[in-house]
């Protein structure tokens, strides 16, 4: 099967049969998707039967511990990294705050690192902090368009250059940067890619090894699963940086980014999501393929079911007279992530009007605060924020563009 089949994957979605959101169409999952039945039903199991401390011989701590070592492994594998290299922590934000804090440690007084004005503030204050220590923070800044330029950067490089964090996917302007060109870069350079995936993900998960990131970063919870942070960091930098574990324990790899005890019962749910994952790919003729080719043939059918449901959205708000769309127009290099503004109208107002009519949008800067600067957004109000994933339906879609369109007039 080539095409996303619509009615098997919204019913592995318990929300779409739940009775309080009969009706409502759910347009802000870049802040937050639907949980799966697998994930749910995994979370409902682990406290029914294993809410105890895990690893210890006796049941059942040992199948709690075996859960997670379960996710764990199936999760690395369809990233395709090693297990030891994946580690889950509490959230996005607190795992590039952990990781600043290593290369804190790890840097030099007047080594530089490169920061993006387009990223979400997780994945730039924490690294401009570094500046406390005299590390020198520059700026990769967005153009016009909200867009980031290859040239731009290149001209920030230089022999001080140590890591250049920037985002795969703007949780703003939507666009899908070329995170391998980009790492290829940086890599050139001699410095280290940090690459926050927290909008690209939901869309289809990357081969972390392809792209050939050294720390990368998303939400468990906007793919579907659990509310906790994934982090890769390849194993030679891995072994490079100070530990941030407990000193008895510095030697593990497991655990050495993530201080914080791990929350056993969202880490085995985990499992959830690579049981949904799979499922998509059996459904769709790829099941008892290798992991990497279902992970692949899953990211194809996400891409096109988006992409067709995408560009009537894009064609409305670009064609609007009222309307500024924020990014580019085209669905190429970009994701079902669409921001605007409206002349003469608050976007919180768009926003309260669009859930009068159980329509979920968002509106504010997204903690792009940077990027809604750099555009000339009054940084209070911010933008509008319509997202959506391939679980959204045609029908959906007619229903935002219609609501738009009678407030807009």
Partial sequence: MTQLDLAFVRSQFPAFAEPSLAGFAHF?????SFACRQTIEALHRYYRQTK?????????????????????????????????ELHIGPSTSQNTYVMAHAFRKHLRKGDEVIVTNQDHEANIGAWCRLQDDGIVVRTWSVDATGALRAADLEALLGPRTRLVAFTHCSNVVGSINPAREIVDLVH??????????????????????????DIYLFSLYKVYGPHQGAMVVRAGLAAELPSQAHFFKADAMAGRFTPAGP????????????????????????????????????????????????????????????????????????????AFTVAGRSSADVARGLAERR????????????????????????????????????????RLIAALDSQLR
Wanted: charged fraction near 20%; glycine fraction near 10%.
């Fill in 188 to 213: 050139r350079a001699g410095a280290w890619a940090a690459v926050d995936g927290v909008g690209f993900c939901p869309h289809g998960l990357p081969d972390v090894t392809a792209l050939g990131a």
């Fill in 263 to 338: 929350d056993h019962a969202q880490v085995a749910a985990v499992n959830g999501m690579i049981d949904y994952m799979e499922a998509v790919a059996r459904h769709h003729g790829h099941g008892g393929a290798p992991v990497q080719a279902q992970a692949a043939a899953v990211r194809e059918l996400f891409r096109k079911a988006e992409s067709e449901r995408l560009q009537p959205l894009l064609e409305f708000l670009a064609h609007h007279p009222k309307v500024r769309l924020i990014g580019s127009p085209r669905i190429e290099s970009r994701a079902p992530t669409v």
């Fill in 359 to 398: 329509i979920g949008a968002g509106s504010g800067n997204f903690y792009a605060y940077r990027l809604i600067e750099a555009l000339g957004i009054d940084t209070t109000d911010g933008v509008v924020r319509t997202s959506f994933v391939h679980y959204t339906t045609a029908d959906e879609i007619e």
């Fill in 28 to 32: 802000e999952n870049a802040g937050g």
């Fill in 52 to 84: 105890v401390q895990p690893y210890y011989p006796f049941e059942p701590s040992a199948t709690a511990g075996a859960l997670m070592d379960s996710a764990k492994l199936r999760l690395a594998a369809w990233l395709n990294v090693q297990t030891e």
